[in-house]
């Protein structure tokens, strides 16, 4: 006889577990969020604090800097110290990070509440995925979570662009980072109260304190040397010195990372090749990604002359195209398909997207050049991200899975700023020389615009070449996608 069960007589802790990934969906909806929402409102920035064109780019890459260099730390700490604790600090410090970032009236100020914003960030995210994987051992109710969770990272950096266009022009761009008062204050009290701690370790086991701060040292110097780069000079000895000093600040993170008995990142398990391989997809799919985010936003309001609003909106087809693949339709490609199959065609999509991008100019209409673009992006990265992590995480063993998912992590936020900052630098460089030449600005800020697309186009298609020589979909891949038939026909018997 088949009982069926009500959601008044499920156990009390199977609904605390999906209403702690709620808890944690949102405090991951807040990060993805807070990377998207200020590339609308960068011109109104720009203009009230008086950014130059070279340091805007540090509004958002002192965020991403600080993310990328703090999420392997983050994880370990999770274990050392608890991962309730380590998620709650984050929260709090995002959070007043935030109230900061929207007090402020100076660019120094703003570019440091950014980058302790990327702290708190880090603090969070890096413990998410090992909270999702304790409270849903099973593997078909961890699918559903993750599910869940892979929405939320989709479509939050699409509804961050919206909600910057509606904030910036209705109140003003100090409202973008107000906005994460409530939901970080919300998150929490609902913390506090639902997520349950893990059993910690202690500190008595030595924490690699020393190669976080190289690792963090050396991404720092490298996007300095790039950000720079268009005031100094490609081959000048300020450019060069300072890219020298990121090489050898990641030889020494290396160096110790193969000598020390707890390193945070242990290198062995670099050997991984769909680990290694779809993380540098994904980080190639990220730099072109960003670098579109944020030269469209300034194409549509410098070149354009779209307000905030405006601009929000005119990336609504590559939200929504997201958000409907995120719903199932990327998933079911994949049982169909295979993973590697679905990343190549959304690969292919994603690089067609910024081909049609880099072809605008200053006399562009929004249909069809603008709306296609973004719509071919959209589709092009829904049906990109979700198979490329499901190659990489599928030969890792359980037990590193949250050290495998943060490299997968660190790799693409630390990528996607150098890449933001080099292809943003080249673009800048390339519209003040048409300048020089004597074109109108306008149409010489175009110019610069469409190589930029051009280059984010170059690295989707690195992306592709990585995908089809490096990569291959693996067997436990093909398992995750294709549930055992046993579980299938256990579910429905449930049911």
């Known amino acids: 006889m088949k009982i069926h069960r009500s959601l ?25 969020v807070d990377a998207t929402i200020v590339n609308v409102a960068l011109p109104a920035i720009q203009r009230d604090l008086h950014f130059t064109p070279a340091t805007l780019t540090w509004v958002v890459n002192a965020y991403l800097i600080t993310y990328g260099s703090f999420l392997l730390l983050a994880g370990r700490a999770g274990d050392l110290l608890g991962r309730k604790r380590v998620f709650l600090a984050g929260v709090v410090v995002f959070t007043v990070a935030s109230v900061l970032s929207g007090l402020t009236t100076d660019e120094v100020m703003l570019i440091a509440a950014r980058a302790l914003q990327g702290l708190g960030a880090a603090l969070s995210a890096g413990v998410i995925i090992a909270l999702i994987v304790t409270d849903f051992p099973k593997p078909h109710e961890r699918a559903q979570a993750m599910s869940i969770f892979t929405l939320v990272i989709a479509g939050g950096g699409s509804f961050g662009l919206l909600a910057g266009g509606l904030l910036t022009q209705m109140i003003n761009w100090h409202w973008i980072f107000f906005i994460n008062l409530p939901i970080g204050l919300a998150t929490l009290i609902l913390g506090w109260w639902l997520i349950r701690e893990n059993n910690t370790q202690g500190l008595g086991r030595d924490v690699d304190i020393a190669g976080s701060i190289l690792v963090s040292a050396a991404m720092m110097v490298g996007v300095y040397a790039i950000v720079t780069a268009s005031d100094n000079g490609w081959a000048s000895v300020h450019t060069l010195g300072f890219g020298a ?89 994949m049982r169909s398909f295979g993973p590697r199959a679905v990343a190549i065609s959304g690969l292919l999509t994603f690089a067609a997207g910024m081909v049609v ?37 599928a030969e890792v063993p359980a037990a590193e899975a949250g050290l495998a998912s943060g490299i997968a992590n660190v790799t693409m936020q630390v990528t996607a700023a150098m890449g933001l900052a080099a292809l943003s630098t080249i673009a800048t460089d390339h519209a003040k020389a048409l300048v020089a030449q004597g074109q109108p600005l306008a149409t010489a800020l175009a110019g610069g615009y469409q190589l930029g697309f051009m280059l984010a186009a170059g690295c989707i298609a690195l992306a592709l070449v990585v995908v089809l020589v490096v990569l291959r979909a693996p067997a436990a891949a093909v398992r995750q996608i294709h549930p055992r038939p046993e579980l299938s026909a256990a579910e429905a018997e449930a049911a």
């Open 357 to 393: 991008l880099s072809s605008l100019d200053a006399h562009s209409a929004y249909f069809p050049g603008i709306f296609g673009g973004y719509l071919l992006f959209g589709i092009g990265a829904g049906m990109s991200f979700m198979p490329l992590i499901t190659i990489a995480m």
């Open 8 to 32: 008044y007589e499920t156990p009390v802790s199977d609904r605390r577990r999906w209403l702690t990934l709620v808890v944690v969906c949102f405090g991951q909806l807040m990060i993805m």
């Open 245 to 333: 000093g990121s090489l050898l600040l990641l030889v020494a993170f290396v160096a110790l990372e193969a000598r020390i008995k707890n390193p945070i990142m242990p290198l062995r398990i670099l050997r991984l090749r769909s680990l290694t391989g779809a993380s540098s997809a994904r980080a190639l799919l990220a730099s072109g990604g960003f670098t579109a985010y944020f030269l469209g936003a300034l194409y549509m309001q410098h070149v354009k002359g779209y307000d905030a609003i405006g601009t929000g909106l005119a990336f609504l087809p590559q939200t929504v195209a997201l958000g409907i693949l995120s719903l199932g339709i990327t998933a079911r490609l």
